[in-house]
């Protein structure tokens, strides 16, 4: 196991679980980009002092701009040359990583959904690079992948984020309450901010769904692992709804016999592969101009 793997056994156990599907050589180029952002998403979250953070994403975004980022990025160094992920996709996570630095919480849905695209949508991007998927109709599938498990991770850690002054909950979606309200909630928050969270779960599954579309148009063992995956994180929010869990209760996760549980189902349901996807217009409606998000 290289030391990559092991960055997403440890921080990453749903997408760690359902790598066990591919082959040894996809396993490793998804590795190596799980250990890339899960490094720069670490240098945000667990720096002492901002100042040191942003100088740091600064130098790699200066790299990037002047076309060195591959000589900064290790991670991507054992990957041919030709399949290391697109410059202006790098720019863009950078970007999304520089928000939470001077985090402010979105006022609407469409800032959130740019946030998720900038911060998963490109990662479904540069799986793309990696694997050498370049048909962009399948792209724009990875995008809504992306965002769908960005959400599930924002409905899932509210608590959490709450803690360290954040709050991805869009303002207009939860009267706008303050950073207390979500730390110390009366009745009337947890309802507010509980029915917030549950139409951001039902708003993922489209993006599921719609990322579930491209999925099925790749080859069969790297479908068979993608599908997993998805089955897994969209559980998470399934669970959360089903079990009627409040966002400031413990967090939810899925045992691993859930886990088994969903994995057998995924294999035992055929997937529906459709020759020509028709992708949901409204889901790129806040996402104009970004990389990818035109066909």
């Known amino acids: ?98 928000s939470d630095l001077d985090f402010r919480q979105p006022n609407d849905l469409g800032q959130l959904l740019k946030y998720c695209y900038r911060v998963a949508g490109v990662v479904g991007l540069m799986i793309c690079d990696v694997l050498d998927i370049r048909d962009s109709k399948l792209r724009y599938f990875a995008i ?52 917030s969270r549950d139409k951001l779960i039902k708003l993922a599954d489209e993006y599921y769904q719609s990322g579930m579309y491209g999925i099925n148009q790749l080859p069969i063992k790297i479908k068979r692992s993608f599908r997993v995956a998805s089955n897994i994180y969209q559980g998470i929010g399934h669970k ?23 994995t057998i189902k995924t294999f035992l349901k055929r997937s529906k592969s459709i020759d020509r996807p028709l992708h949901q217009k409204k889901l790129h409606a806040s996402l104009q101009n970004l990389p990818d998000t035109d066909l």
């Not at 089903?242 to 088994?260: H, M």
Request: glycine share 2%; net charge neutral.
């Open 144 to 195: 809504d992948f992306g965002i769908a498990m960005q959400l599930t991770n924002i409905c899932r850690d509210i608590k959490e984020d709450a803690q360290i002054g954040r709050i991805y909950l869009p303002k207009n979606e939860t009267a706008s309450l303050a950073i207390g309200n979500f730390r110390s909630p009366s009745n009337t928050d947890l309802i507010i901010i509980n029915s």
């Open 240 to 262: 959360i709804l089903q079990k009627r869990c409040s966002f400031n209760e413990q967090r939810v996760y899925l045992s691993k016999f859930e886990k088994l549980n969903l």
């Open 1 to 98: 196991m290289n030391n990559y793997s092991k960055v997403m056994q440890e921080h990453g156990k749903s997408f760690f679980w359902a790598s066990w599907f591919l082959d040894k050589n996809t396993a490793n180029k998804l590795f190596a980009v799980y250990a890339l952002c899960r490094r720069l998403d670490d240098l945000v979250d667990t720096s002492n002092e901002n100042s040191e953070a942003k100088e740091e994403i600064a130098r790699v975004i200066s790299l990037t701009n002047n076309n060195q980022y591959k000589e900064t990025f290790e991670e991507f160094k054992s990957i041919d040359s030709k399949l290391h992920p697109r410059q202006d996709i790098i720019i863009e996570f950078l970007k999304g990583q520089l």
